[in-house]
């Protein structure tokens, strides 16, 4: 039934996201690699829901939608669902393929990105000083190649109906094809045809082991794949994001959100996208001492490159939380920020208990919990990011990764 609304919908979206200025399209040298710009027709078919969630138009209803969630007796989960679905589409992903100078062993372990709420994949390959803030420098740094790419309703990727296309379930499921294109080597075929042609792309091997890493909402997400589809990754690292008492206590209206299509700057997006105020950015994206956490100029970046959220990805949520994963044998590494206020309530430390995440991967080869000090919810946006990185691949060395 929503095949046909979808096919214009996505003919008419994808026209219009094409207008970012900078150099987006094409490839770039890095000081340790090459990146690639790549637009991926992604087929991906999923559970899907209509849930009775309030329409949000203009501000005054973006701000009455946060009060709505935060409201205790809202009806959550299950409850909200009027109407069980499946959705279906082939969506454009924007994506960014980069591949380390070195030809080490690690060249052929690729890390999959997956960012979380408020961003696109720029979250991981900050433009401020990339060879201190970016996960995608340090990574191809350390030897590896990195896939990054903005989730769907985000960035230069499709941008289609806030409130039953955009859920989480369709956002697993796209993971799971990048995965199955980089496994089988479609997405490397697909980076060396993929104009301008590119001689650090030609004959790019196929992944030997593929790393999943998370971020935030990307972590949520990241857990669920790990969880349901275990046999398609060899490792994950899940940051910005621990299951326990503080997750999300600081509530939606702490986001400070705008209707997107009148925002400052306002975002060529439809009815039911939302963007987070500057105060919000702050509230939920830094924290430490501001004298030594952060810079003014991080803050302000990361409201520069800010992005919309849409309503239908939050109701969806419950879908894919928590799901068990027994099959997983694979290493875990948690990596939370010290002063996370949005997932930990502002304190990190004593909140995580090893056993407990052993629960839902009682078959992991291990689980570690790495906590980065003096660091907000954005780790890359936070001055000692550097060091924070080289836990993950210390973590993955340990690991044979
Ligand atoms: C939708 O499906 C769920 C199971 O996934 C079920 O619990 C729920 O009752 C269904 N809702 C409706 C309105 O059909
Ligand atoms: C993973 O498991 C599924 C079903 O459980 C199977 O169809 C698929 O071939 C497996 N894939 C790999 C890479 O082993
Ligand atoms: C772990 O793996 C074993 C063997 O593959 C399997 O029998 C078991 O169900 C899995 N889960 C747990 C909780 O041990
Ligand atoms: C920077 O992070 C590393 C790794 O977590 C940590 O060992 C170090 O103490 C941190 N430095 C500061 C100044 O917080």
């Known amino acids: 039934m929503l095949a046909p609304a979808f096919l214009l919908l996505f003919q008419t979206i994808s026209a219009s996201s094409i207008h970012y200025s900078r150099g987006n399209h094409g490839s770039s040298k890095r000081t340790n690699g090459f990146c690639k710009q790549l637009d991926i027709p992604v087929t991906a078919t999923s559970e899907s829901a209509i849930y009775d969630v309030p329409r949000v138009d203009n501000d005054i209803e973006a ?6 969630s935060d409201t205790w007796s809202t ?3 299950v409850e909200r669902i009027i109407k069980n679905t499946t959705t279906s589409g082939t969506f454009n992903i924007h994506a960014q393929l980069c591949v380390p100078k070195t030809s080490g062993e690690k060249k ?3 890390q999959i990105a997956t960012h979380g709420a408020h961003y696109d994949g720029r979250y991981w390959d900050p433009e401020l000083d990339r060879e201190k803030q970016s996960y995608v420098e340090a990574s191809i740094r350390a030897g590896y190649s990195i896939l990054t790419y903005d989730r769907l309703g ?23 094809q990048l995965t199955l294109m980089a496994r089988d080597g479609s997405l490397s075929s697909f980076a060396e045809k ?30 669920a794949f790990i969880a349901k589809y275990s046999n398609l990754t060899d490792g994950a690292i899940i940051t910005g994001f621990l299951l326990g008492p503080y997750l999300g206590k600081p509530g939606m209206a702490s986001w400070a959100a705008e209707y997107a299509a009148t925002g400052n700057p306002p975002f060529e ?35 520069d490159i800010k992005q919309p959220v849409p309503v239908g990805e939050f109701a969806s949520a419950f879908h894919i939380l928590g799901l068990p994963g027994p099959n997983l044998k694979a290493p875990v590494q948690y990596v939370a920020a010290e002063f ?4 930990c309530g502002g304190d990190c430390k004593g909140l995580y208990d090893v056993e407990d995440l052993k629960k839902t991967y009682p078959n992991a080869t291990t689980i570690e919990v790495a906590i980065q000090p003096n660091t907000g919810h954005a780790f890359t946006l936070h001055n000692n990011a550097t060091a924070g990185f080289q836990l993950t691949f210390d973590f993955l060395g340990r690991n044979g990764l």
């Not at 701000?63 to 709505?68: C, E, G, M, R």
């Not at 230069?156 to 955009?166: L, T």
């Not at 996370?340 to 997932?343: A, K, L, R, T, V």
Request: hydrophobic share 40%; glycine share 8%; proline share 9%.
């Open 269 to 303: 997006r439809p009815s039911g996208y939302m963007v987070c105020q500057e105060v919000g950015i702050q509230n939920l994206f830094f924290a430490g001492d501001p004298k030594t956490a952060f810079t003014p100029a991080m803050l302000k970046y990361g409201n």
């Open 154 to 176: 985000t960035g230069q990727s499709d941008h289609p109906d806030a409130y039953d296309v955009v859920q989480a379930p369709l956002e697993l499921e796209i993971l799971r």
């Open 108 to 110: 052929d372990i690729l």
């Open 194 to 223: 993929a104009k301008p042609s590119d001689e650090a792309f030609q004959k790019l091997p196929k992944p030997s082991k593929v790393v999943h890493v998370g971020h935030s909402f990307g972590s949520f997400i990241t857990s």
């Open 75 to 77: 009806p959550d989960g």
């Open 63 to 68: 701000a009455a939608w946060a009060i709505y």
């Open 340 to 343: 996370d206020f949005y997932i």
